[in-house]
Every structure is written in C-alpha cells, then in structure tokens.
C-alpha cells in the first residue's frame, strides 16, 4: 500500500483528478477537504503531482572518458543523457547518445544519435506516438545527416514496479545526406520508412537496473536497407544521484553507402562503455 502523497491520478473512464492518495489493492482513496474512494480496477495511470513543473521531470545524464597516453595517445570519449516528461495521459522524452575516438590525434568515431517521441495513452496498454523523430550522423558510415520523421503505435507487454517492457512500431519519412557519392549517384536520399523498437527496463535489485533498447528502421536499399541500434546497460547505483553505467552499444546500417573513393563502410559498429551517472 501506498502511502498518502500527491499524485496525478487517471482512470479509464478518462477522469482526472490530483491531490493525497493512498492506494490499496481494492480501492483509490482520494483525502483531503473532499475525499472520495474509486475501485482500484478503474484506475490506468498515475505520476507524482504537484504544483510545480519539475515534479512532471526525470532525467539521467552519464559520460565515460578513456585517455592513453605513450606509444600512442587516443582519446574515447561517451555521452548518454535521457530526459521525460510523464503525466497520466502523456509522456515525453528525449534520448542521445554520443560517441568520439581519436588515435594520434587522428579521429576514428564521430557519431551522435537523438530520439524523441511524445506518447498519448488510449488505455492501459495502448499509446499512440505522435510524433516520434530521430537524428543521426556518423561520418565512418558515410552519413552526413539522416532525419526520420514519423507515428506509430506502442504497447506495454509488461507494466510493474520493478519491470516494464514496451514495443512499438509506426510508418516515418526519412531523408539521408551522404558525405560523398559515386559519380551520377545523388547526395541524398529520401523515401518512406518502417519503424519499429523495443525497451526493456528491470530493477533486478534495489541497487542493479538493467536496461535493453532497441531501434530499427526499414527503408530502401538506396539509403541503408535496414538499421538496427541496440543498447544494453546495466547500471550499479553508487549514492541516491550517482551510478556506475555499463553499456554495450550496436550499430549496424545493412547496407552502407559507397563514397566517391569506392570504399564502403563496414555495416557494424561495437563499443563497450564504462561511465558515471548522475540521476535528477
């Protein structure tokens, strides 16, 4: 049972209502100067209200830094930050991940990943994304910018405490710039697109999380075929606002554009990542 708190409370008859609540297994009891009790089975979704903006907010931004120095001197470098906005209705969020590699002071990765989406919910399980958009560029893969746009549907398979794991899928439009072509082939690419993702978050303990997330896209051959993007992380909290994020990221564009050199990009991409997190 919960104890009375401030919430934001949404039932499936689409009431709304704020205020001290304290939720048993069989009933949602309202307090205050009008208490009122709801069935516990009426109720789809609740987040921490309140009267200021910030209690809608949660974020987590971490960051691994490798330097070498010696024989050779390389720098690695990894941003992640990840930043939502819930209400009982709505979730909004945003999500990048950065990369950066120089060996002697030649650089071999440079790429830069950001996602966001805006959730309706029609019910428990079901939401609409309206819309979603991702930005992508990595030079080693011959993208100068890529740009999906796009809607779609997502479902909550599993919806506790300590686990949730969601699916989604959606058309998009997507349009690619190419660092370089082969003579009479365009610079860009346009065409429509197939979204489709997956996330998985579970507090193995209270100290352990682990989350998987998954995105892909299927498009034309032209602009990359199909590209998947994984990231899997466990993370160890250390204090209340710090942790220590292990993730292992992929990367794979099945079918990489050629440059005007003739060389062609290796579909996949691997890191191992080791950072600091800071929870708000």
Do not use: C
Request: net charge negative; no cysteine.
């Amino acid at each position: 049972m919960l104890s009375p708190r401030s919430l934001d409370i949404l039932f499936v008859d689409g009431k709304k209502i704020s205020g001290p609540v304290r939720i048993t297994p069989q009933h949602v009891a309202v307090e205050g100067t009008d208490p009122r009790t709801y069935d516990r089975d009426q109720l789809q979704s609740l987040t921490p209200g309140g009267s200021k903006e910030r209690n809608y907010w949660t974020g987590k931004v971490s960051a691994g830094l490798t330097l070498r120095a010696g024989n050779t001197k390389s720098i690695d470098y990894n941003a992640q930050a990840h930043l939502q906005r819930r209400t009982p209705a709505t979730r909004l969020s945003f999500d990048y991940i950065g990369n950066f590699s120089s060996i002697d002071s030649v650089e071999s990765a440079n790429n830069h990943r950001v996602n966001s989406e805006f959730d309706v919910w029609l019910s428990r399980r079901f939401y609409l994304a309206l819309p979603s958009a991702e930005y992508y560029r990595d030079p080693f893969q011959n993208l100068e910018h890529r740009l999906t746009v796009g809607t779609g549907v997502g479902y909550d398979l599993i919806d506790r405490r300590t686990l949730e794991w969601n699916i989604n899928a959606g058309p998009a439009y997507q349009q690619a710039w190419f660092i370089s072509s082969l003579p009479g082939e365009p610079g860009s690419k346009s065409t429509a697109a197939l979204t489709f993702g997956s996330r998985f978050d579970w507090d193995i303990t209270s100290r352990i999380e682990l989350i998987l997330e998954y995105r892909g896209q299927y498009t034309s051959q032209q602009a990359g075929e199909t590209t998947h993007h994984g990231v899997s992380t466990l993370s160890l909290e250390l204090t209340k606002r710090f942790d220590v994020d292990i993730s292992f990221i992929w990367d794979r564009i099945s079918n990489p554009k050629v440059g005007a050199d003739g060389g062609e990009p290796k579909p996949d991409d691997f890191r191992l990542v080791v950072g600091l997190g800071v929870d708000f």
